[in-house]
């Protein structure tokens, strides 16, 4: 294959990537051009594959349309990693299962906190026989209201969402994710360099190790050192 032909089909590739992680985003077209301080028409020509950005301007867009700049060097769009195709064709199934496995859920905290159903009601202002619905996975309530009965619950939402699946190992890592962005960074700069992948592991192995067993190690350094 020639070199030109190459290009082209990394070219296109890039672009699809490109659309992709910008309607991800909720960009439009003119916002990324004036991200980079270029024409609409020649942002569109990355897109379409007929040129392609230089790193400066990708490592730009990677950062406005939120996606690591690794994700431009495959060729997998963001709809595919996650999977979306299979997610979207069975969000009906989706919905209903979720429901029921909220209604059952929302049991358990009532039934933890030694709640009735009559007391929920009297709390939040909902009738009874719409919250029975709702545990039995027969009806849904808005998110707001949802919020009111968990509090009367004694929980919160975050004991509702969603934690496995597609969707939820989705919401899992974007968790992750804030939760390593909030570390000092020289913490963030530790963790990431494959040097101390060793000290890591290790760190990792002696917190699920009993007390006694640390406390063995600890004097087995001591006597090491001195």
Do not use: C
Not at 1 to 26: F, H, P, S, T, W
Not at 28 to 56: H, V, W
Not at 209 to 215: I, S
């Amino acid at each position: 294959m020639a070199i030109d032909e190459k290009l082209l089909i990394k070219n296109r590739i890039l672009g699809v990537l490109l659309r992709d992680a910008r309607q991800a985003a909720g960009r439009s077209t003119k916002e990324a051009a004036q991200i980079l301080s270029i024409s609409e028409d020649d942002y569109k020509a990355f897109e379409f594959g007929q040129q392609a950005p230089s790193l400066p301007q990708l490592e730009v867009l990677a950062y406005f349309f939120n996606v690591p700049i690794e994700h431009f060097w495959g060729a997998d769009t963001l709809a595919a990693k996650r999977g979306e195709d299979e997610v979207f064709d069975r969000v009906a199934e989706l919905l209903m299962l979720r429901q029921r496995i909220i209604g059952v859920r929302m049991r358990q905290l009532r039934e933890r906190v030694g709640l009735s159903l009559e007391d929920v009601a009297e709390q939040t202002g909902h009738e009874v026989r719409q919250l029975a619905a709702v545990e039995r996975g027969q009806a849904s309530l808005p998110i707001n209201e949802l919020q009111m009965v968990t509090r009367a619950l004694r929980a919160n939402l975050k004991d509702l969402v969603e934690g496995h699946g597609q969707i939820g190992q989705w919401l899992r890592t974007q968790e992750e994710f804030d939760a390593f962005a909030e570390l000092p960074a020289e913490l963030r700069e530790f963790i990431l360099k494959p040097i101390n992948r060793s000290y890591i592991d290790l760190a990792y192995k002696m917190s699920e190790m009993n007390v006694d067993r640390l406390r063995t190690i600890a004097e087995s350094i001591l006597e090491i050192t001195y």
